[in-house]
Structures are given as C-alpha cells and as structure tokens.
C-alpha cells in the first residue's frame, strides 16, 4: 500500500496546541505518514524512520504559537471587557435615522399601545419593512422583560439624545462633525445594543464624546 506524506507551510499551521499535536501526529507516525514542514524545515519522523531531532523541535514550536494564541485571546477578552465598560460593543452603530421626521423605534413603542392595530400597518405608518418591525419588537419585548418600563423609557430617552445630536451636530455639517458623531454612536453603541448589559451615557458624556473625540478612537494594533 502507497503511503502519503503531509505538506504543511510550517508547524504552526498543523497545530498551535501541543496536546492536538500529539492527537493528529501519533496515528500519521504508526501508519508511516511523515509531516514536512517548509519553513522550519523540518520531517517528523515515523515509526520505522524517526527523526528525534524535529520530533523534539515541533512541540517547542507548537508550545511558542499556543502561548502567542493566548497571549491575544486574553488580550481580546481585556479589550472586550474595558470597551463595555466604556460602552462600546462589537460591530456597527445602530442607525438612528436623523433624516426621519420621527424616530421609528419610538414610534413602535407609541403604536403597539394603539387597539388593533396591525404589525403592518405600523411599519407602513413608520415607512420601515414589517421585517424592521417584527425585529425592533421583539427588542423591545427583550428591553421590557430586561427592565421594564424605567430601562425601555431609559433606552428611548438615549436613543433621542444621540439622534438629535446628530441632526444638529453631524448630518450634512462637514466631515469632521461626521467623524466626531461616529465617535458618539461608537461610544453609546453598546447601550443602545444592549442596555441591560451596559451604563447609561448622559448629555455630558454625549458632550464629552464629540468635543474630545480624538481621545476616543479605537487603538490601532502595533
């Protein structure tokens, strides 16, 4: 029987944990299925040809990428936890709809209180989808059984501060006011996503945001 050969740009790329490595290396070491690695370079050896020598050198190279992998996974989880406590979380800024005559999430919360009105009559009414709608109710429902009346009033109270900030700092004023109101939302993006999970931003903090927006903007990598 032929036996194959496995071609891997280097160690890493095979594993980053040495306990995987002994788990996918052992079988290919019985069954004379030697790993080249190109980088290094090096050939783990088989059962009938060893090669001691990068035997003994792969798992060092394999333990030195693990300890880099969870070197930025604590990093990652640091930042994670320092950007929630600022208020910031993953992935783009709620659209708040400054050139909406109403705000469409308050108005929700003003129609489902109407008698027999329709899902989709409100998103007519609001000129979104009923797709739009179906979300932002049930994003309510989740607010409501979060925290109640006080977190949903909470939530829209916030929603308007930043909205109305916008229609009068940021929409149609110029690309520096574009960039300090992108640090606004990016800042109160986590509450706004979520305000079980994160602290309320004030005017002030609103405030603070735009007028000190370089203070603000992500960290770029080294």
Partial sequence: ???????????????????HLGILYSPMRENEVPVI????????????VPNPASDLLAPILVSAGFSEVSTRLKQTLQGVAESKAKGISAGSPVDLYPKDVIEPRGEIVRLLKVPNITGNEIARRIGKSTSFFRKQKKKIADILTAGGDELL???????????????????GLGKRAGVRMRTVR???????????AFPKPTQADLNNYFDNFNEFKPKRSK
Avoid: C, H
């Avoid at 029987?1 to 306990?19: A, E, F, S």
């Avoid at 829209?156 to 929409?171: A, D, F, K």
């Fill in 186 to 196: 990016r800042m109160t993006s986590g509450y706004i996503n979520n305000p079980a």
């Fill in 153 to 171: 009033n909470d939530w829209l109270e916030t929603i308007n501060l930043v909205r109305n900030m916008e229609i009068e700092r940021g929409v």
């Fill in 1 to 19: 029987m032929k036996k194959g050969v496995l071609v891997v740009r280097d160690i890493q790329r095979l594993t980053r944990d040495p306990y």
């Fill in 37 to 48: 690695s190109i980088n290094e370079p090096l050939v783990l050896g088989t059962k009938k």
